[in-house]
C-alpha cells in the first residue's frame, strides 16, 4: 500500500466511525468542511507523526495542512515518499 493510500484508509476510517459513507475525492475538504471534527484532527496529526514522521514542532498546526488527502500528501517528507 502506497503512502496516498494509507491515508485515504486512515480518513476514510476516521468517516466511518462517524457514519459518514459518502466517497471523497483527494483534493476534498474532509475538517474545514465539517465532515471531520477538531478530534479527529488530532487524531490525523499522531497518525502523520508517528506513521511518516512529518513534525508538527517544526511546521506548526493549521488545519488547513491536514484538511485533504492531497495537503496531507504534501507534508510527508521527501524520504517517505
Known sequence: MDHREEIR???KTLLL??????????DASLLL????ASVDAVEIVVFLEEKFSVNFA???????LIDS????????????K
Do not use: Y
Open 9 to 11: 484508509s486512515f480518513l
Open 17 to 26: 466511525d462517524k457514519g459518514d459513507k459518502q466517497p471523497f475525492s483527494d
Open 33 to 36: 468542511s465539517g465532515r471531520l
Open 58 to 64: 517544526e511546521l506548526g498546526f493549521d488545519q488547513v
Open 69 to 80: 488527502v492531497d495537503a496531507i500528501d504534501a507534508l510527508i517528507p521527501a524520504v517517505n
